[in-house]
Nanobody, 126 residues
Framework: QVQLVESGGGLVQAGGSLRVSCAAS????????MAWFRQAPGKEREFVSG????????YYADSVKGRFTIFRDNAKNMVYLQMNSLKPEDTGVYYC???????????????????WGQGIQVTVSS
């Protein structure tokens, strides 16, 4: 069982920055691929960014590439998403997720992820 708790969301003006964090329980954190998804009002949840077990490989949705950075601290069981140059279309509930598969790379598919946080609201005003 893995529990994920997001923090750091809030309201920010367009062009601003925000960092969301995800704290994971459990002693096997370092073997899990981690990802951030988001869901905007009236839309389906979408992949934002993912990071491999060691942090050596990162992946981003085209819409956030160059603006967002995902990183992790395995010693602290934490994964972060640094969001810069925020746009109103970045508004949504951001979810942290765990993929427990021990093979394969970072997936952008929701169904590959086993555990999810409760989500945290990020609102970008224009």
């Amino acid at each position: 069982q893995v529990q994920l708790v997001e923090s750091g969301g809030g309201l920010v003006q367009a062009g601003g920055s925000l960092r969301v964090s995800c704290a994971a329980s459990g002693r096997s954190f370092s073997i899990y691929t981690m990802a951030w998804f988001r869901q905007a009002p009236g839309k389906e949840r979408e992949f934002v960014s993912g990071i491999s077990r060691t942090g050596g490989n990162t992946y981003y949705a085209d819409s956030v590439k160059g603006r967002f950075t995902i990183f992790r601290d395995n010693a602290k069981n934490m994964v972060y998403l640094q969001m810069n140059s925020l746009k109103p279309e970045d508004t949504g509930v951001y979810y942290c997720a765990v993929d427990r598969r021990l093979s394969g790379g970072v997936s952008g598919l929701e169904e590959e992820y086993d555990y999810w946080g409760q989500g945290i609201q990020v609102t970008v005003s224009s």
